[in-house]
C-alpha cells in the first residue's frame, strides 16, 4: 500500500461551491467568508468569529487586541510547533517556557504557576490532538495570580488577570466539560490547514469570550481593523454605490481570508460531525491493536472532554530516539507515511538563538525522544487503517 500521512478530505461538493465562488466575481473577502464566520459561531456556541488566513495571525490579532507588546511576558509550553511561541515575538514580548507534566504531553501547571511575574499578560496552553487542556486548573492559578497583575490596556482591566489565548490549531470540534473549545479560554484560535481535520486550505478563525464591559463587536471591528491595513471599510462595504470613501486608522497587517477558501469551509462544515465520528472509529480501531502492547497513544476521550481525534500521537515506551526513527523508516519502506509531533522548541535554532536550552526541559524531551504520529485522517478506508496499525504493531514488536 501507499498511504499518505494527511491528505485533504475535498468532495465534488467542495470544488462545486469552490467553482461558484469563482464564477461569481467575488473572491477575496466577502459574503462567503461572512457566511462561514456566522456558521462557525454558531457551531462553537459563541456571540462572533472573525476568520483570517491562518491560526498564527489568529493568536497574533489576539495577543495584538489585548495590547501585549514590549517589556511583557507570555508563557507558553515547550513542547509545541513554532507557532504557539513566534507570535508572541512578533509583538515584541518575551516568551516564558514551561516544560511537560509528568507523564504527559500538556504543560507543567505548576512551572507555569511559578513562571508567571508581574510582567506576565498571556498564558498559551496548547490543545495538542485536539485533547483540551486542563482549563479549571489554567483559570484557577491566574485567578490566585490576580494580586501580581498589571493591566496595560483598557480589555486587561476588564479581565483583571492574565489573559488565556488558547492555541486550539488541532481542536475544532473538542469539547471540555459540556462546552464547545472556542468558549473556553478568553481568546481561541484555530487553523483550517490543508492538513486539519477542516480545511480551507490556509485559514484559521479567533472566537474570545471576555467580560460584558468588552461589547463582541468591538472585539470583532478591531480584529478586522488590525488584519486588513487599518483600513475602516472592508472591499464588501466599498461595492455599495457611492460607498468608495474610506479612511486607513493605523499601518497594521494584511491577513484576511477570501471567499475561494471560505467556500471549502462552507462544505467541509456541513460534513464535519462525520468526519469527527470516523476520526473516532479509527482511533478506537488503532487503540485496539497497539495497547495491547505497550504503545501509549494519546488519550483522546476522557472524564469532562472530548478530542477533535486530530492526532493520533503515541509513544513506544523503551525506545532511544535512534530506534523511534528506524521505526519511521521502516513504516516508510512498508508504503506508510508518519510523523512526529513535535521537536520541542529548544531543539529548534529559533529558540536556541533566543536562549533556550533543551536540558532544561528534560520531561518535554523524553515525550519527543521516542514518539511516533500514525496518519489519521478521513481518506483512510477500514482495509488501509488496519494495514497502518498491524504493521506498525508487527515493527514496534521488532524493535522492542
Known sequence: MNISFSPPDITEAEIA??????????????????????QLAAYLRVPRCVCLNSQTACAEMALRVLGVGPGDEVVVPAYTYTASASVICHVGATPVMVDCAPYSFEMDYDAMDRAITARTKAVIPVDLGGVPCDYDRIFSVLEEKRSLFNPASAIQEALGRVAVCEDAAHALGSAYYGRMIGSVADFTSFSFHAVKNFTTAEGGCLTWNLPSEVPDDEVYQKVQLLSLHGQSKDALAKTKLGAWEYDVLGPWYKCNMTDIQAALGLVQLKRYEGMLE????????????LKPLGVEPLPHQGEGYASSGHLYICRVPGVSPDERNAIIEAMAERGVATNVHYKPLPLLTAYKDLGFDIADYPRAYARFANEVTLPLHTCLTDEQAHYVASTFADIVGGAR
Open 17 to 38: 461551491e469552490v467553482a461558484d465562488a469563482l464564477r461569481s466575481g467575488w473572491i477575496t473577502t466577502g459574503p462567503r467568508v461572512k457566511e462561514l464566520e456566522r
Open 278 to 289: 470516523r476520526r473516532r472509529e479509527l482511533i478506537a480501531l488503532y487503540d485496539s491493536y
